[in-house]
């Protein structure tokens, strides 16, 4: 199989304060992880690249200091909202390639932030 | 840059009914093309993935083809059933490594 699993699924917290959000591949080692965010009736948005032992690679538009992600070991990345505001209320959702030519991408289930 | 678009955004059908969901995409060089499905609140669940050397695939009750030269994919689901509700996502990547540009999706509801 190909399990991703991202952990807090839901999570309330108030303005000023950092959150952080796991994604884990459980059953494969991922190299890259991508970030994505995705906003109500809109297409997922990727946020950032992340390659295990090295810096991620933003998109345009996406501040690395506000959206801090780290990549340390081959089957976990963490995305940390810093400084959180009601503006970052969203859906962030990870994906993981297993590798291989196919290209294909397996998804986590998702993190509902709410930021009051 | 690579846009994706779906159509219809939102389609209501009894159950039973076989139902066609469409993608397009504008720009044909690409790797492959995956089928998601996305319940409310939820992460994604791939459907199926097609290669660019492929013309389609199957599983159960879903067809996929892909047209890349049209820059079209279509997804089929045969016999459709209330569980079948979901947003269907299609997205298209550039080569192996990249990742994934989606359209909006499709909201499907299956009425029993």
């Known amino acids: 199989g190909a399990v991703v699993s991202q952990h807090p699924s839901r999570v309330i917290c108030k303005s000023g304060t950092s959150v952080k959000i796991e994604c884990r591949s459980l059953d494969f080692q991922a190299t890259t992880m991508f970030w994505y965010r995705q906003f109500p009736k809109k297409s997922l948005m990727l946020m950032a690249t992340s390659n295990e032992g090295s810096k991620a690679t933003y998109e345009q538009g996406v501040e690395k200091d506000k959206f801090l992600i780290n990549h340390a070991s081959l089957t976990l990345s963490t995305l940390t909202v810093t400084s959180a505001h009601p503006e970052d209320s969203s859906f962030y959702i990870c994906?993981?390639?297993?590798?291989?030519?196919?290209?294909?991408?397996?998804f986590g289930e998702g993190s509902r932030l709410t930021v009051l | 840059k690579q846009e994706v678009t779906q159509i219809p955004a939102a389609l209501s059908v009894p159950e039973g009914e076989n139902l066609v969901l469409n993608c397009s995409f504008t720009?044909?060089?690409?790797?492959?093309l995956q089928w998601f499905r996305q319940d409310p609140g939820k992460g994604l669940t791939s459907l199926l993935l097609i290669q660019s050397s492929q013309r389609e695939q199957t599983s159960g009750r879903l067809n996929a083809s892909l047209d890349k030269s049209s820059g079209r994919s279509t997804l089929y689901i045969a016999a459709s059933q209330p569980g079948d509700s979901a947003t269907y996502l299609c997205?298209?990547?550039?080569?192996?490594?990249?990742?994934?540009?989606f359209g909006k999706g499709t909201m499907l509801l299956v009425s029993p």
């Open positions: 997205a298209v990547s550039a080569s192996g490594y990249s990742t994934l540009t």
């Open positions: 720009d044909s060089a690409i790797y492959n």
């Open positions: 994906s993981a390639s297993k590798g291989g030519n196919t290209g294909e991408l397996f």
